[in-house]
């Protein structure tokens, strides 16, 4: 039943991350339109103090559907793991292993961590003191490591 959470989550996700892009756009549009005018209030809005340039605030959704489409990425890997699908077949050109693309690699702590959450509940003598909850989790990494036979350089834990 946890899963039904997960993918909650991760439609949720993908909903905020369209809702900020249209935001986003709206924004950038404005500041186009005033051009250099942009950086200084409407004389209407002189005396507010919640005024913001629309770049500025263009910057700051941009940043936060980046900080989305990161959890996103991670929460779709952990969903994927918890059905049992093959990584190859959820990423299946980990772009960030080649050389001219960069892109960052998974937050490989962040699915340890759904997986731990969302994912099959452990026998409930481990979750009586932290030793041997560390020690699951431990052996949750080790598996979650194994399943994605992603080289160890890449998965760095938070």
């Given at each position: 039943?946890?899963?039904a959470y997960l993918k909650v989550?991760?439609?949720?996700?993908?909903?905020?991350?369209?809702?900020?892009?249209?935001?986003?756009?709206?924004?950038?549009?404005?500041?186009?339109?005033?051009?250099?005018?942009?950086?200084?209030?409407?004389?209407?809005?002189?005396?507010?103090?919640?005024?913001?340039?629309?770049?500025?605030?263009?910057?700051?959704?941009?940043?936060?559907?980046?900080?989305?489409?990161?959890?996103?990425?991670?929460?779709?890997?952990?969903?994927?793991?918890?059905?049992?699908?093959?990584?190859?077949?959820?990423?299946?050109?980990?772009?960030y292993l080649k050389a001219p693309?960069c892109r960052p690699g998974p937050?490989?702590?962040?699915?340890?961590?759904?997986?731990?959450?969302?994912?099959?509940?452990?026998?409930?003598?481990?979750?009586?003191?932290?030793?041997?909850?560390?020690?699951?989790?431990?052996?949750?990494?080790?598996?979650?490591?194994?399943?994605?036979?992603?080289?160890?350089?890449?998965?760095?834990?938070?």
């Amino acid at each position: 039943m946890a899963l039904a959470y997960l993918k909650v989550k991760i439609k949720s996700l993908a909903a905020e991350a369209k809702i900020i892009r249209h935001e986003e756009l709206k924004y950038l549009r404005t500041a186009r339109w005033l051009g250099v005018r942009a950086e200084t209030p409407p004389p209407r809005l002189s005396n507010s103090a919640t005024w913001l340039p629309p770049r500025s605030v263009y910057a700051g959704l941009y940043a936060h559907r980046i900080e989305i489409s990161i959890e996103q990425r991670a929460a779709l890997i952990a969903y994927g793991y918890i059905r049992g699908r093959p990584y190859r077949t959820i990423e299946y050109a980990p772009y960030y292993l080649k050389a001219p693309f960069c892109r960052p690699g998974p937050d490989w702590g962040r699915i340890r961590d759904l997986v731990w959450k969302y994912g099959p509940s452990p026998d409930p003598s481990v979750l009586r003191d932290k030793k041997t909850t560390d020690k699951a989790k431990d052996d949750l990494w080790k598996t979650i490591k194994a399943w994605a036979d992603v080289p160890a350089a890449q998965k760095k834990v938070a």
